[in-house]
């Protein structure tokens, strides 16, 4: 989700689905007057594999932090705990990057204008993001969700698929798992977590978002087709804005009527997307858990308060941008083989240019270097630029990565800074030592 994914709607916080009876399948039923015979009683082991394989039906999880960002600054702002907070920095043309439930219950979310955001609820605090921060939590909760299973599928700083299937033997039905790791990430981290637990990973999403903020819903799969039914078409992967108004507009409305629609219909309607649209009404998702890194690249942006086609504010800025994707490089233990340079013009078509390096590298004077010279490649502009951004791609672990020799002792010096400069940040902030460069703000947002 956003990296927060705090656009979701909060609905049934600690949701807990009754216990169902339980149903023996060998059990036939009754003729009146017959004598009632009980089955054969089964071998323990054959029971408690069938017991297994049972639980091992719902053993798929997604687990989501509750407005991550915020609850990450509340643990050393307590104060503010039950007040509206957003996270974001304080510009007019910057965005909401988490807001808590409180701030939400004014109609803030995630990506919305600061300015809307203030004017809907002037009596939020505000407080700018600390991404390394974030990160480092981040780190954190996946290693929590590593020491349950190592089927671990990353979709942002704060959320996962995790396949639970192997860790019953050792810790318990896939609810007391769930429990476990709501249990632990509040202990050892002083955040919420919201659990969802289904058969597929389509469901255990949907699960998650209906128990936010701060609970746990598991929907067996006999559950499954009946609680789909009972949702807005829009809860539906894939289904934004205009498929429900093109749906709408066919009388289709909830995910019970796409799964009533004939499937060519679908399909004539919405093009490829109507098979997989259908495929999903009936609950059908057999996508595996397949864990990958969690981060592909690493990379900051900036949008300028005003638009601007001054080279030495864009120069400016590309060196604070290079500073702080070359820290989070670091942060991570990465390098990096290939650096993109985006640019995004007023009119709001955005062009990227990339290049690959020959060693790896996490310095922000030669992420800099390399930004410099994409940004001299585009050659003249045709209008003024909205945002600048970089992003350092192709990762590799620093540990495996190839030593960064340079016949420039300058090269050297810089690393040997910027290490130092990390030490400061870590002990101090992130603003206390800056490149002398960057102590005039400009016209940037930050």
């Not at 307590?78 to 910057?94: F, Q, W």
């Not at 539906?236 to 060519?264: F, M, N, Q, Y």
Request: charged share 25%; hydrophobic share 40%; with cysteine.
């Amino acid at each position: 989700m956003g990296p927060d994914a705090d656009n979701q709607p909060t609905v049934e916080p600690k949701v807990e689905p009754r216990e169902q009876p339980t149903v023996r399948a060998n059990m036939q039923p009754r003729t009146p007057g017959q004598p009632h015979l009980e089955p054969s009683p089964q071998p323990a082991t054959r029971r408690g594999e069938e017991s297994l394989r049972e639980l091992r039906r719902s053993s798929i999880m997604h687990v989501d932090m509750d407005a991550f960002f915020v609850s990450v600054e509340l643990r050393s702002r307590p104060e503010l705990k039950g007040k509206p907070v957003i996270v974001g920095y304080p510009a007019d043309r910057s965005v909401v990057l988490s807001a808590s439930y409180e701030a939400r219950a004014f109609g803030v979310r995630s990506a919305m204008p600061m300015v809307v955001a203030a004017r809907m609820c002037p009596s939020a605090v505000i407080i700018e993001p600390r991404h390394k921060l974030y990160y480092e939590v981040s780190g954190q909760i996946m290693a929590i969700f590593g020491s349950i299973t190592d089927l671990v599928e990353p979709l942002s700083v704060d959320e996962a698929f995790l396949d639970v299937g192997g860790a019953i033997r050792r810790l318990g039905p896939p609810r007391e798992i769930g429990e476990l790791i709501r249990a632990r990430v509040f202990r050892e981290l002083g955040i919420t977590a919201s659990v969802g637990i289904a058969a597929s990973k389509f469901v255990a999403k949907i699960a998650s978002t209906r128990c936010k903020p701060d609970g746990l819903l598991l929907i067996r799969p006999e559950e499954t087709v009946p609680y789909l039914h009972s949702l807005p078409v829009s809860a539906l992967w894939g289904v934004g804005g205009k498929t429900v108004e093109v749906l709408a507009r066919r009388g289709i409305r909830t995910v019970a009527d796409v799964a009533a629609s004939p499937l060519p219909s679908l399909r004539k309607l919405l093009g490829a997307a109507g098979e997989h649209v259908y495929q999903l009404s009936w609950g059908i998702d057999p996508r595996p858990v397949t864990p990958v890194r969690l981060e592909k690249s690493i990379g900051a942006e900036e949008t300028f308060a005003t638009d601007t086609a001054d080279d030495a504010l864009l120069h400016r800025e590309l060196l604070r941008l290079s500073h702080r994707t070359a820290e989070r490089l670091r942060g991570a233990g990465m390098h990096a083989r290939t650096i993109a340079l985006k640019l995004r013009y007023a009119d709001f078509s955005t062009i990227t240019r990339s290049r690959t390096v020959s060693t790896p590298i996490d310095s922000a004077q030669l992420l800099y270097a390399v930004a410099v010279q994409l940004l001299e490649s585009v050659g003249d502009r045709p209008m003024t630029v909205r945002l600048v951004g970089i992003r350092a791609e192709q990762l590799e672990e620093a540990a495996d990565a190839p030593l960064q020799l340079s016949l420039d002792r300058r090269d050297d010096n810089w690393r040997a800074a910027e290490q130092a400069l990390d030490a400061v940040t870590r002990k101090f902030g992130n603003k206390s030592v800056l490149p002398a460069r960057l102590l005039d703000p400009g016209g940037i947002t930050e």
